[in-house]
């Protein structure tokens, strides 16, 4: 039972905090010593008050000794987490258990990487993840199929690069996102780089805000493309010029977020100037940390239930920020939210700083190998000044090329397999890792991504617009589908009396101008049928568009009805591959 100390309005709880640095809840002795069988979201909120999980260091070097049985229950379930570290589903997914094994999540803020960062990746890949990495939607990289007995090692190596995992889980701000091309993007706004890297520093590892209710996530940008997705993050900075001033500030959206209840960052009406927009960060962290009432039910914890069960708007939420940071912010300006086009700054491009471009590769899946990674750093250093950048799109960029040499670097990055380009799919397809490693997956996405890619290629080749399709293998939507033309949402489905891998199929998502998420069409298909399935929908966008319409808007303008019946599959039963 927890003691409330006073309330807010609208929903908001304030409950006392404890002697030590961020505890924000207090637990009254009588009742933890009570036989009370606890719920999921009491017994985390106990562990987490109990020990601070980034004091496990020791522990964590312990269980490397005496192997992986030696590991307490409530660190590898829980505390775990806080330093990067999940443990690795046995390929089946929900459907299966644990492996032995680990997943390690880097915490890379804004994609910001050197060459030699990069290298140091490739090896410890090549050492203990069986030579492969993934890049994430969050501009994170992850390994899997570490043992406990690696992970002292993992860390180490990590640190001594300037590289961590800390925070990367847990019930802690993630990873924060910015444009990867911050600072030499010709067309940005501001480069908001700075204020990114601070809030990074103000947070991550900070015991204040080691124990938030649940995981928190930010995204700060100054490119008017909006890449770092404003729109679906806990807190969304986006560059803005205020009309009669010239000054550059911030536009602050509060509460996005996907998974099973998605919903829209809320603009808050102010203007962030650059001087507060540390505060204003630190001021939104302290009122999720604060509210009991988020901390009540895991899976009702997120920043965006105060807008969706608690009766919060942008108003109230302002109020509660002015009283927290202790000034007033400015009434907020006018803005252009961007068309939803892509947002991964693939290809060639001229920097500002005159003679030098950037180079962004579409990695299909964000999947590479440690040649891969190892090419992507020798590139760095040798055409450019090392700096690698990594992107939500789940893509990779290399900056300061001097513009005479891209041709060069074109011809020796097609020679090893990184594209500069790509089609349609290619560019625009996303996956989440799937059952392949992930416990909470229903359907694997990684292989199936590459599939359907290749599938779709070959069937629909003069495709020449825009498309995003994005797969998640559960509802949680690791994957985003809720923000795709096509998302397709990870399911089973009976075939000839076999269970196989399905997708439940959403249409029309998008962000920018015209946000919404993807509708539901009530469609579930075989893994099997989805290429021929969503070639003939294509086809059918390709001779029915309108002059200058997008598929996102085509699907708009037709009812569920009958986009589902274009998605009825014309054959079912043929094998799709496994994970690769």
Known sequence: MLQRATSRPQGHLHWRSGAAAGEVWRLRRDVMDAPVKETTAQKAERLKLERNPWAILPDIVRYARHGFDSIAPDDLNLRFRWWGLYTQGDGRGALGGAAPFFMARIRIPNGFLFAHQVRTIADLAERYARGVADVTVRQNVQLHWLRIEDVPDVLYTLWRAGLTTIGACGDVTRNLVGCPLAGVDREEICDASPILLQANRMLAGNPEFSNLPRKYKIGITGCRRWCSSPEINDIGLTGIAHPATGEIGFSARVGGGLSTHPHFGVRLPAFVRWSQALAVVRGITEIFRDSGVLREHRDRARLKYLFVGHGWTAETFLEELTRRIGFALDPDVPETPPPDVYRDHVGIHAQKQDGLCSAGFAILRGRMTVQDIRTVADLADRYGDGSVRLTTMQNVVILNIAAARTPALAQEAAGAGLRLEGSP????????????????????????????????????????????????????????????????????????????????????????????????????????????????????????????????????RHTDAELKAHLQPARVGAEAPGAA
């Not at 392949?436 to 694997?444: P, R």
């Not at 498309?467 to 795709?484: E, F, R, S, V």
């Open 425 to 556: 799919f290619w560019r625009g397809t996303i996956a989440c890792t799937g059952s392949e490693f992930c416990k909470l997956a229903v359907a694997e996405t990684k292989g199936f991504a590459r599939w359907l890619v290749e599938a779709l290629e070959e069937r629909v080749p003069d495709f020449d617009t825009n498309l995003k399709i994005h797969i998640a293998g559960c509802p949680n939507d690791c994957g985003q589908h809720w923000i795709a033309d096509v998302g397709l949402q990870g399911a089973k489905a009976k075939v000839n009396g076999q269970m196989v891998d399905a997708y439940d199929v959403f249409l029309g998502g998008g962000l920018g101008a015209e946000p919404q998420f993807a509708r539901r069409v009530s469609v579930r298909l075989a893994a099997a049928d989805v290429p021929d399935t969503l070639a003939r929908l294509l086809r059918i966008y390709l001779d029915g568009r309108r002059i200058g319409e997008s598929f996102h808007a085509f699907c708009r």
